[in-house]
Antibody, heavy 118, light 110 residues
Framework: QVTLKESGPVLVKPTETLTLTCTVSGFSLSNARMGVSWIRQPPGKALEWLAHIFSNDEKSYSTSLKSRLTISKDTSKSQVVLTMTNMDPVDTATYYC??????????WGQGTLVTVSS | QSALTQPPSASGSPGQSVTISCTGTSSDVGGYNYVSWYQQHPGKAPKLMIYEVSKRPSGVPDRFSGSKSGNTASLTVSGLQAEDEADYYCSSYAGIHNYVFGTGTKVTVL
């Protein structure tokens, strides 16, 4: 049974750095065909893909947010970490992690709402 | 990485069909057969309904079908049911582990 679960702060202040952790089970982060993406959704708005890390540690980022994002993984802990610097109120959103398999985002975590406010 | 274009809304009566379009470019939808569709109910995580343009994951009713022509993909929901009322998003692989989502379509069952 594949599961993903996001964890991190529910509230961050403007200019702070957000660190989110995705803990996965039911599959290995070293599986050759698999990776993990982070996606966010501001309240009432559309999904936005943020970043992806593949089994071989290849990383990719949204062009518009690349300068603020870092994705990494710890295979032994089955965790993927996303950091986003210089948080702003417009970054208020539900942040999801999701598994990817050969071009498809299939299993999603429940999401975690992050509010940016002073 | 511009968002894929979807109509904001679509509707149909129970039993009818509704089709949602998803328009991208040759760098995403038109370039790969990795178009997915997701159903999202309020307060819930998206659920995969269609992958690789037209394949259905186990457990998804065959009322849901997908297709693609050029840079535009489509999701058709046949025999609309009340529980199909939700937001629907398309997504496409865009090369080198990049992905892009659509703008979303709210489906209303009249």
């Amino acid at each position: 049974q594949v599961t993903l679960k996001e964890s991190g702060p529910v509230l961050v202040k403007p200019t702070e750095t957000l660190t989110l952790t995705c803990t996965v089970s039911g599959f290995s982060l070293s599986n050759a065909r698999m990776g993990v993406s982070w996606i966010r959704q501001p309240p009432g708005k559309a999904l936005e893909w943020l970043a992806h890390i593949f089994s071989n540690d290849e990383k990719s980022y949204s062009t518009s947010l690349k300068s603020r994002l870092t994705i990494s993984k710890d295979t032994s802990k089955s965790q993927v970490v996303l950091t986003m610097t210089n948080m702003d109120p417009v970054d208020t959103a539900t942040y999801y992690c999701a598994r990817t398999v050969t071009g498809t985002i299939d299993y999603w975590g429940q999401g975690t709402l992050v509010t940016v406010s002073s | 990485q511009s968002a894929l274009t979807q109509p904001p809304s679509a509707s149909g009566s129970p039993g009818q069909s509704v089709t949602i379009s998803c328009t991208g470019t040759s760098s995403d939808v038109g370039g790969y057969n990795y178009v997915s569709w997701y159903q999202q109910h309020p307060g819930k995580a998206p659920k995969l309904m269609i992958y690789e343009v037209s394949k259905r994951p186990s457990g998804v009713p065959d009322r849901f079908s997908g297709s693609k022509s050029g840079n535009t993909a489509s999701l058709t929901v046949s025999g609309l049911q009340a529980e199909d009322e939700a937001d629907y998003y398309c997504s496409s692989y865009a090369g080198i582990h990049n992905y892009v989502f659509g703008t979303g379509t709210k489906v209303t069952v009249l």
